[in-house]
């Protein structure tokens, strides 16, 4: 991995689609939580059914999205708003989609955990792993039709130790399969250490095990992000094979939104390691960005966000009648 650092057009970039992601998840946490009290109630309210937010994770997606194509494929996880949005997913109809509004992705039939976007290649869902084994799949159609598509698969470091992970590693190796296999580390596998549930401290060390490169980036550092990833991304495309990159990022909220998080002993000391300000402070110092200039794109991203959520809202919701429709392809 290289320390070259970005160009500053590459660097105001990754801080605005760090900064939409936060503004995007900020009013989704708003609408989640305003009708759920005095009894939580996990099916009521403008946004019903389990929520994964990833605040925090920004620099994961911001640094290595900003490598991919419209054409390229991106698997991602139940936390998936971050991978979404850098991957340049079309925001209004994610937002009706979690809103379960007709106008959604899915129809307002999958929710936030069940976002698709074919225009883009993006999937994302709620079991563990899962999406490893059809960004091979994507990747393996990319190779065949000759072309230099890469897939991404992103999975959470618990999901690591899933047969998921070390089957698609393995068949990705042995196919030479033009594939970026992505672990988030935020320290938690929803309320169990990494330390009490994985043998390394370390899941890039695995990649050895396949015979393809692996590396770590540390400090949720979008930049180093975007440099291991601008070296796998090039791997990929020009026939060298897959590569492992792990983040260790950091989980801002919850595993869910409504989980107390009794058992993590540092969350007082969580906002100090927000990532945002963090990379604003780094912009600031060396002249990429001033205060003007952060405050623009502020508002510029919730003004777009604002918009979504209000189409998301002035979409109509699914008709119970046709609770069947879209379940199974018509045959041709």
């Known amino acids: 991995m290289t320390d070259d650092i970005p160009e500053p057009d590459v660097r105001r970039a990754m801080h605005s689609t760090m900064v939409l992601i936060r503004s995007f998840e900020e009013a989704i946490l708003a609408d989640y939580h305003a009708d759920k009290k005095p009894a939580w109630d996990i099916g009521a309210g403008l946004i019903p059914g389990e929520m994964h937010l990833s605040a925090g994770q920004e620099p994961v997606a911001a640094g290595v999205c900003a490598h991919l194509r419209r054409g390229d494929a991106v698997t991602a996880t139940h936390r998936p708003h971050h991978f979404a949005l850098a991957h340049g997913i079309d925001i209004d109809r994610m937002a009706a989609e979690i809103y379960g509004r007709e106008t959604g992705l899915g129809r307002g039939r999958g929710g936030h955990m069940h976002l698709f976007d074919p225009s883009i290649h993006f999937s994302c869902s709620g079991i563990i792993a899962e999406g490893y084994p059809p960004a091979l799949g994507q990747a393996f159609a990319f190779k065949h039709r000759g072309g230099d598509g890469v897939a991404v698969a ?179």
């Open 154 to 332: 992103v999975t959470g470091e618990g999901a690591a130790n899933q047969g998921a992970f070390h089957e698609s590693l393995n068949l990705a190796a042995l196919w030479r399969l033009p594939v970026v296999f992505v672990v988030e580390d935020n320290d938690w596998g929803i309320s169990v250490s990494r330390s009490a549930s994985t043998a390394v401290p370390d899941n890039s060390i695995r990649a050895a095990a396949y015979g393809m490169p692996g590396i770590r980036i540390e400090d949720n550092d979008v930049e180093g992000v975007y440099s291991a990833a601008g070296e796998a991304v090039e791997r990929a495309r020009s026939g060298g094979g897959p590569t492992l990159i792990e983040v260790h990022t950091l989980r801002l909220w919850g595993h869910f939104e409504g989980d107390a998080q009794g058992y993590r002993p540092e969350l007082a000391d969580v906002p100090g390691r927000d990532p945002i300000p963090a990379y604003e402070a780094r912009l600031r110092a060396d002249g990429v960005l001033d205060e003007g200039e952060i405050a623009r794109v502020r508002t510029q991203a919730a003004a777009r966000v604002e918009r979504a959520v209000q189409f998301a809202k002035d979409s109509p919701h699914p008709d119970p009648a046709q609770a069947r429709n879209y379940v199974f392809a018509t045959a041709r």
